[in-house]
Nanobody, 120 residues
Framework: VQLQASGGGLVQAGGSLRLSCAAS????????VGWFRQAPGKEREFVAA????????YYADSMKGRFTISRDDAKNTVYLQMNSLKPEDTALYYC??????????????WGQGTQVTVSS
């Protein structure tokens, strides 16, 4: 699976962005897909994930209620809708895929990052 993240940009605090993770490979629908982020000087952290069936979603506590992950398997794409953005959401955002059961780690496929910058 090859992943391509896009949709990042510069937005003011309180604004919204939608990130996209486009995948190649006809087996994409069998993979759990997650979003992670890494800010300068900080470790990479889990943001959200969606199960292969799309029936289950998972969020880091600080993103609950603000971020929504969804997938469109017909388009081989997973989305991350980010609302009420805060300056502390500024980071490089990555999408990743795996066929395992732990949605918080052990992702084997990673896309390049897309930069999100939230100004105050």
């Amino acid at each position: 699976v090859q992943l391509q993240a896009s949709g990042g940009g510069l937005v003011q605090a309180g604004g919204s962005l939608r990130l996209s993770c486009a995948a190649s490979g006809r087996t994409f629908r069998s993979y759990t897909v997650g979003w992670f982020r890494q800010a300068p000087g900080k470790e990479r952290e889990f943001v959200a994930a969606i199960s292969w069936s799309g029936g289950r979603t998972y969020y880091a506590d600080s993103m609950k209620g603000r971020f929504t992950i969804s997938r469109d398997d017909a388009k081989n794409t997973v989305y991350l809708q980010m609302n009420s953005l805060k300056p502390e959401d500024t980071a490089l955002y990555y999408c990743a895929a795996q066929s395992g059961n732990n949605v918080y780690k052990d992702y084997g496929y990673w896309g390049q990052g897309t930069q999100v910058t939230v100004s105050s």
